[in-house]
């Protein structure tokens, strides 16, 4: 079983009760910032936010079978008050528990759904080679999404395309994708769509830009369509990162490298994944 599926197995089990970030790191054998880094890029969910919808799934089937009341319900899941529990009920399904009681079915709401602990490892991706990257100044245009709702970075590329190729100072015709400030607790990083340019004068309104240092990185490739990307990251880090014996570095959390080898119309081709490690 993989790291990010030992961890999932032991919130599985203990997610009734107080469980601790130090515990499940533990269980899976990854130091707690690693943990926290690798769990939401392989999941698409933060732990604190999993564990919180876990509970609140299992409270809200208790809810619809009317066998408990409101206050028994919140308080097996954690919460000291009747109002502390309906406040975060609402923000997770936007219905009351009082409404879920009376209504004694749960088809109008989506329930956080354990993860499948084999997830993680259905792909097999090939070893890496190890490069010494230079340093780079990168101006693209960037947003911030949640783990689980990055459907809006093909707009971005979109929109990010129709500057390509007279972005002014722009070096050479690779575009990259760069992931940065991972955010465990609020289950978001940020995503730039960028190539890089030889200074930040007369950028495109809108542009931001972002220097990397040199670093040494571990290059994947990821193979046909763009739409399964996130299926190779979930592998790289879900399964070789923890197993490999090396600590990741400390930014950017994971760059896409697209060169000639990727057609941008049909979404097909070979994408480079480039991941920073420590020396």
């Known amino acids: 079983m993989s790291a990010i599926g030992r961890a999932i197995w032991y919130i599985e ?14 269980a899976a054998g990854l130091s707690r910032y ?15 936010a999993y564990i919180r919808g876990r509970r609140l799934s299992s409270a809200a ?13 919140a308080l097996d899941a954690g919460y000291g008050s009747h109002e502390a529990f309906t406040r975060a009920f609402r923000e997770q399904f936007g ?36 490069e010494e990257g230079t340093a780079l100044l990168l101006a693209g245009l960037e947003e911030t999404y949640a783990y689980n ?63 990397l240092p040199k670093q040494r990185y571990a290059v994947f490739l990821h193979r046909g369509h763009i739409s399964a990307i996130s299926t190779t990251a979930h592998e790289i880090f879900g399964t070789w990162f923890p197993q490999s014996g090396l600590e ?9 490298r697209y060169d000639e080898r ?7 081709g070979i994408v480079e994944m480039w991941v920073p490690i420590k020396q």
Not at 61 to 73: F, K
Not at 248 to 256: A, F, N, S, V
């Open 248 to 256: 990741h570095g400390e930014t950017p959390d994971l760059i896409e």
């Open 95 to 130: 219905m009351t528990p009082e409404s879920i009681r009376k209504q004694r079915h749960l088809r109008n709401i989506e329930l956080m759904e354990p993860i499948r602990m084999d997830d993680t490892r259905k792909l097999k991706i090939e070893p890496p080679r190890f």
């Open 34 to 48: 690693h943990l926290s880094r690798v769990f939401g890029l392989a999941t698409g969910h933060s732990i604190s």
């Open 61 to 73: 089937l208790l809810l619809a079978n009317g066998n408990s009341t409101i206050l028994e319900v």
């Open 149 to 211: 709702r990055t459907e809006g970075i093909p707009s971005l590329w979109q929109r990010f395309n129709t500057h390509f190729g007279h972005i002014p100072g722009q070096r050479g015709n690779v575009a990259y994708g760069v992931c940065t400030h991972a955010d465990a607790e609020a289950g978001s990083f940020r995503y730039m769509a960028a190539v890089e340019v030889g200074d930040a004068d007369a950028l495109p309104k809108g542009f931001s830009t972002l220097r």
């Open 262 to 268: 990727f057609d941008p119309d049909s979404g097909m």
């Open 13 to 26: 089990s203990h997610f009734a009760k107080d469980i601790t970030l130090e515990q499940i790191a533990d």
